[in-house]
């Protein structure tokens, strides 16, 4: 089937394949998915670009294999993929945007481009089967409340030079218990590990300069913790 519709200004036409999926005339940008898509889905090998919640709200899906070729995730493509448990990102992201997989309860693994360097606010918040992160070396921003409430979260490994953890980055991951600071974090921002209950050890960097108030609160509170940073003899 091929439709068109105006974009900016000009008519975009497009094609819907046999599954329902939107797509421009080349297959380079996927536009819009079928909410009766079930199972795997796999996306056109040439896409490039994946239109803002484009699956948003796709609740039966369980995988979707992402093409070589893709470059951009929109925000909120995969918006409440409630039964989504596994997503491969290829290494030609080098963006995950607000909103991308908050609401895929069900997300047990995710695999993070090697070239990433940007995880969007929301990207991963209710993620609430997603056991380990791990955020590769390229990684220079990560954003407001990223994974928050990923409840059965347990593990976060830093590979790289992160600066600043944000606002409620990893608030209310509750079952996160291994952790291991960047080592060259200079800013923990607000309730960045708040109810992190499970968290009862972490080593504080000697180049962190500030520690928000609240960053650690109803977490490490009363728990040991090694420091290597004297402006911080306690959190």
């Known amino acids: 089937m091929i439709r068109g519709y105006h974009c900016y200004w000009k008519i975009m036409e497009t094609i819907v394949d046999k599954y329902g999926v939107e797509y421009d005339i080349k297959q380079k940008i996927l536009i819009k998915a079928s909410p009766d898509l079930r199972e795997e889905y796999i996306i056109h090998q040439n896409t490039e670009i994946i239109h803002p919640f484009a699956f948003m709200d796709c609740k039966k899906i369980k995988s979707i294999v992402l093409p ?3 470059q ?5 493509s995969f918006l409440g993929c409630s039964a989504l448990k596994r997503i491969d990102i290829p290494d030609s992201v080098l963006q995950i945007s607000s909103n991308t997989f908050s609401g895929c309860r069900e997300l047990e693994s995710v695999s993070l481009p090697q070239n990433l360097i940007t995880i969007g606010g929301y990207a991963f918040c209710h993620c609430e089967h ?18 928050n409430y990923c409840l ?7 590979q790289g ?4 953890l944000p606002y409620g980055v990893f608030s209310h991951c509750e079952n996160l218990n291994q952790l291991d600071l960047p080592y060259n974090i ?11 209950k499970s968290l009862k050890q972490i080593t504080i960097p000697s ?29």
């Open 68 to 70: 070589d070729k893709l």
């Open 186 to 196: 200079e800013i923990i921002n607000e309730r960045a590990f708040e109810y992190c």
């Open 72 to 76: 951009y995730i929109g925000s909120g």
């Open 130 to 147: 997603l056991h380990e992160v791990i955020i590769p070396q390229t990684v220079s921003a990560i954003k407001e409340h990223a994974f």
């Open 207 to 235: 180049t962190v300069r500030l520690i928000d108030t609240k960053a650690f609160k109803d977490c490490i509170y009363n728990h040991r913790t090694t420091k290597t940073n004297q402006k911080y003899p306690s959190v």
């Open 152 to 158: 059965n979260l347990q593990k976060v490994y830093f």
């Open 161 to 164: 030079a992160l600066r600043r």
